[in-house]
């Protein structure tokens, strides 16, 4: 590793600085087509509020020292330390060559970066706002859709519109709906479906003769599978695990839904993994009986999967 005079470091110079950004920022905005009028319409939305106007904050000398000050980049360096000193695990940007060499440079790099992936996210909101706003003139036709599946006893849909009703951005916003909805489909769930799965239990131990199968089963219909997993750390599930996923083979949508329980909670020696859980709930979802969760439900609403469906529900009407 070749040594480098310390002496031979530039200082940094904030004056040449700005007139770097200054220079690529409108590049950059012109890039993603945020010129002055649209990044002020986005400005008067309230999800786009905040990305709007640090990107309108490029526009100034002023502005563009304000959002280098708000990086932590630039607030090591205002205490005396070269961004060669900075803390590896704090170094987001890619490290080049002449880092130690020229710190003017390598602010306007990093900054640059900064203000570009902000305009990059402002751009996709807008399109996805601007697509959303086509797409809801069918929002009455999907709620009344919607209502239709929920007189069969659908819980997936009671999450639908609980989510229509939950969320802001699909302009019909009402708690009370939304906890109603979400309510109906934890009453269904114990009225219609937790009678079918019972009755599943008692079959499938009869089929497999494990019936820690069937005190899984009636612990999760209790309410109580989160603690007799734990009370059953020492528990391993290694029969029952193999017999669930064959079943699933030939698709038992009951037993989908019970590996996928085991997934999201965590049973027995069992850790919690949500991305496998979920993907047993679809299964579950998608089986002939179409049973649904209220986890399922649940993990749509955490990860969002459950707006992109409702959007996607509005563009097939």
Known sequence: MTCINPYDIKKFDEVEFIKECACRFPEIRNKYQLDE???????????????????????????????????TAWEFRERG?????????????????????????DMVNVVSEYYE???????????????????????????????????????????????????????????EKANAYYQM???TWKEK?????EEWLDKAVQDSGLELLREMGRA???????????KDYDKKLKKEIRWLTDAITVDDG????????IHYYGYGRCKPR???????????????ESIYGLELGECQLQDGTISREICQALSDM
């Not at 951005?169 to 708690?175: D, P, R, T, W, Y």
């Not at 479906?193 to 799965?197: E, F, I, N």
């Not at 949500?274 to 002939?288: C, E, F, I, R, S």
């Open 220 to 230: 999760y219909i209790a309410g109580s599978f989160v603690q007799a997993g734990k």
């Open 117 to 175: 992936s902000t305009c990059r996210a402002l751009r996709r909101k807008i399109d996805e706002l601007a697509h959303l706003e086509k797409v809801l003139v069918n929002l009455d036709k999907l709620i009344d859709k919607q209502e239709q599946r929920i007189s069969s006893g659908d819980v997936k849909a009671m999450f639908f519109l609980g989510k229509i009703y939950e969320d802001e951005e699909f302009g019909v916003q009402n708690k």
């Open 254 to 261: 009951w037993a989908a839904f019970t590996l996928g329980n």
């Open 37 to 71: 009028d649209t990044l002020k319409s986005a400005k008067s939305k309230h999800k786009l509020e905040k990305m709007a106007e640090m990107i309108l904050d490029g526009c100034t000398e002023q502005g563009i020292l304000k959002i280098a000050k708000g990086m």
């Open 81 to 105: 330390g070269s961004i060669f000193d900075f803390p590896m695990r704090f170094l987001w940007f890619r490290i080049v060559p002449n880092i130690r060499k020229n710190p003017t440079n």
């Open 274 to 288: 949500k991305k496998a859980a979920y993907n047993k709930y679809l299964q579950a979802a998608q089986t002939k």
């Open 193 to 197: 479906h937790s009678k079918r799965y």
């Open 185 to 187: 489909a934890k009453d």
